[in-house]
């Protein structure tokens, strides 16, 4: 599967973005997605996650209450939803893929295979 994320930006902090994430190839509904970030100097962070099916999804503590991910399988795409940013969410986001053919979330980010490209979210205060 191929990942392109977008919809990243420049916010002040309080507001909202939403970023996208398109994928290719019809097998899109058997992967778990997930959403990951990385700030300058930081290791590569769990944000989201949701089940192949959306019944499931996991967050990272630091966004709960804040971000909300989603998918829609007819379009091959998951999206996640960040209000109330702050600057310290300032980062490149990552979408990712992870072929579990279950409703299995893992925070892992090495057990996920596929990797989009990433888009800038900067917070400013």
């Known amino acids: 599967v191929q990942l392109q994320a977008s919809g990243g930006g420049l916010v002040q902090a309080g507001g909202s973005l939403r970023l996208s994430c398109a994928a290719s190839g019809r097998t899109f509904s058997t992967y778990t997605m997930g959403w990951f970030r990385q700030a300058p100097g930081k290791e590569r962070e769990f944000v989201a996650a949701i089940s192949w099916s959306g019944s499931v999804t996991d967050y990272a503590d630091s966004v709960k209450g804040r971000f909300t991910i989603s998918r829609d399988n007819a379009k091959n795409a998951v999206y996640l939803q960040m209000n109330s940013l702050k600057p310290e969410d300032t980062a490149v986001y990552y979408c990712?893929?992870?072929?579990?053919?279950?409703?299995?979330?893992?925070?892992?980010?090495?057990?996920?295979?596929?990797w989009g490209q990433g888009t800038q979210v900067t917070v400013s205060s």
């Open positions: 990712a893929a992870h072929r579990t053919g279950s409703s299995y979330i893992s925070k892992n980010r090495y057990n996920y295979g596929y």
